[in-house]
């Protein structure tokens, strides 16, 4: 969506900058999410735990936008952690700030509510995909449409994001490269 010069101008002054290290948490879980950002540098990873395990929700990259949307917009709890996955820059906008900016532009609020439409969508394509796809097929799908994920982080989390252990990951990329032989 394109701001016009103006609309920008007021929307720029809301921004602010952080720095995380690699490992550093941008949120833990029970913390309540304070902003939404745009990745300018590094990854962001944001998963929750599952019997002390990671369970890898979704990556994001720089010229991502992201959050722990749910604790964002319902200002409960986050069930999720947030991390940087390598030495990382966000551009934050506070809670405060995205309920000003959607009062005063209407372009604005039609942005968040189109970023918010494709969250659900991408959360809807994971959840069908855990219930239809074989956990090669999650793979295949995954290099097709996030092949940054795939080529970018290390395998336990490629394996925790398709939810399998890092040895069927191993086995379903040894089973593609033996078929490409």
């Not at 369970?55 to 959050?67: H, V």
């Not at 996955?85 to 209407?106: A, D, G």
């Not at 990951?169 to 490269?177: E, V």
């Amino acid at each position: 969506m394109h701001f016009e010069d103006a609309e920008w101008a007021l929307v720029s002054e809301h921004f602010y900058l952080r720095a995380y290290s690699k490992g550093d948490h941008i949120l833990t879980q029970g913390a309540v999410a304070q902003d939404i950002f745009f990745v300018e540098e590094g990854i962001v990873h944001r998963y929750t735990l599952r019997a002390g395990t990671i369970a890898s929700d979704n990556f994001f990259f720089d010229g991502n936008m992201g959050a722990a949307l749910a604790s964002f917009l319902t200002r409960e709890p986050s069930v999720d952690f947030l991390e940087a996955i390598e030495p990382t820059r966000l551009q934050c906008l506070s809670f405060e700030s995205v309920q000003k900016l959607c009062k005063e532009l209407h372009r604005f609020e039609r942005f968040l509510s189109l970023a918010v439409q494709n969250a659900y969508c991408h959360s809807h394509r994971r959840i069908h995909s855990f219930l239809q796809l074989s956990p090669h097929q999650r793979y295949l799908q995954l290099q097709k449409e996030r092949p940054r994920v795939i080529h970018e982080l290390p395998q336990y989390l490629v394996a925790s994001y398709l939810g399998i252990t890092p040895q069927s990951l191993s086995r379903i990329r040894k089973r593609m490269a033996d078929y490409k032989s």
